[in-house]
């Protein structure tokens, strides 16, 4: 059965704007069983080996079904398909044309032209909370940044609940299965990462057990800075030094197959002195790939709550990044010299912002507020605009408005 996408409403837009839509995400999260529910015909090319053949004789063949056609995994021969699909665009002058699904990112061809003016891009990523079910959505992100304070009741997700959304993931097949065969499914996942996808896509990044050290590292370092040394550091063994180039090498990769998915730094206008920093920080598509790598699960989060934080971060993260997708915004991380620290401001295309700290226990609450309100208070609002909303988002209790006006949201509770 399908469950509804906060991406549904995005695509049936760009269909009626663009002359085909590109829809780009990871392996597994739905990107075609999505573009299905609004395709009218389908070639899938990663299955269909006489389509593929037939590409290579006259495109047409393949790519004339009734629009608008689903072009699946359509990178596996990226420049044919790209520019026949722009060429029928020109000249059929319509919209809603072509659906182009893709799990990797295809490397930059010369022979490709842009598509400017006839292609959308969406990005999608694993499923929300709110769209596994898991959320009520009653404290939607648009609301907030339109600057209304909604609230919620207290809902019946727990702590331990948590750690197993995180171990699931957001999945659509992990949500049929159970804890332990959803763990195994995702590690099953990061195997097929490091010894077939990786080495697919570059040739070059053909040593499994390298990627699964570099990916452990960057698991560990989920929710830090993007420092490659450290990476590297803490990828290497007694019997094998890992260089920074090494790193690069295979971080580039992962970024094209979209299971590496960084954080960018926030930049703004500021009215103090301290300097803004630039480094990104570590996030997958999904927390739960963090989790498969170091193969552990909830009991083992539970027993290490630091480490469970930054995973619950990255949950939320991941969930405020589909639900910025509402607003055509951006998620991104803030850091500054003075080391105060944002987990997320949210910039919808239109300007409006948001801030956002992430706590997993309702005693860090009063400290993450503290720390909005100064952030606020550095940042140039002349410019910028004030923020739309301040808040904290939690695992459980109510979601309200503090005295200070700092937001509490219980992240069970938030939506698109």
């Known amino acids: 059965m399908y469950r509804p996408r906060v991406v549904d409403a995005l695509l049936a837009d760009r269909l009626t704007s663009a002359g085909a839509v590109l829809i780009e995400g990871p392996k597994a999260c739905g990107k075609t069983f999505t573009a299905e529910q609004q395709a009218a015909s389908c070639v899938y090319l990663d299955t269909d080996e006489q389509a593929r053949a037939a590409l290579g004789v006259d495109p047409t063949l393949v790519l004339s079904g009734d629009p608008p056609q689903l072009v699946d995994e359509w990178q596996l021969d990226a420049t044919r398909v790209w520019n026949h699909v722009r060429a029928e665009v020109d000249r059929r002058?319509?919209?809603?044309l072509f659906i182009l699904t893709g799990s990797a990112t295809p490397p930059e061809d010369t022979r490709r032209h842009s598509g400017a003016?006839?292609?959308?891009?969406l990005t999608m990523r694993p499923m929300s909370l709110f769209e596994s079910g898991d959320s009520t959505g009653e404290m939607s992100l648009a609301a907030l940044l339109d600057g209304h304070r909604p609230t919620a009741r207290p809902t019946a997700v727990t702590v331990p609940r948590y750690a197993e959304l995180v171990v699931r993931g957001g999945w659509p097949l992990n949500l049929t299965r159970t804890v332990t065969a959803a763990t195994r499914a995702n590690i099953d996942y990061v195997t097929t990462i490091t010894e077939v996808d990786l080495p697919t896509i570059d040739p070059a990044r053909r040593h499994p057990r390298l990627a699964r050290r570099v990916l452990q590292s960057l698991a560990r370092n989920i929710g830090l800075d993007y420092v490659v040394t450290r990476v590297a550091q803490d990828a290497s063994t007694d019997d094998t030094e890992i260089a920074r180039s090494t790193v690069y090498d295979y971080l580039a990769p992962m970024?094209?197959?979209?299971?590496?998915d960084p954080l960018e730094a926030w930049s703004s206008h500021l009215r103090s002195r301290a300097r803004l920093r630039t480094s990104p920080r570590v996030q997958f598509c999904d927390p739960s790939i963090a989790v498969a790598a170091l193969r552990t699960g909830p009991e083992q989060l539970l027993a290490d709550l630091r480490y469970f934080g930054y995973l619950f971060e990255a949950l939320v993260v991941r969930d405020l990044r589909v639900f910025a997708n509402v607003v055509d915004g951006t998620v991104q991380h803030y850091r500054d010299s003075d080391d105060l620290e944002?987990?997320?401001?949210?910039t919808a295309s239109d300007g409006r912002w948001a801030a956002f700290e992430v706590k997993l226990g309702q005693a860090d609450i009063d400290m993450a507020a503290a720390n909005l309100l100064a952030f606020a208070r550095k940042v140039d609002t002349t410019k910028v605009g004030e923020p739309a909303t301040l808040a904290v988002v939690t695992?459980?209790?109510?979601?309200?408005?503090?005295?200070?006006?700092?937001?509490v949201i219980p992240a069970a509770a938030l939506g698109p």
Do not use: N
């Open 117 to 121: 003016g006839r292609f959308a891009r």
């Open 93 to 96: 002058q319509g919209t809603g």
């Open 255 to 260: 970024e094209r197959l979209m299971v590496l």
């Open 395 to 407: 695992a459980t209790g109510y979601g309200y408005t503090r005295s200070d006006g700092v937001v």
């Open 342 to 346: 944002i987990d997320a401001v949210v």
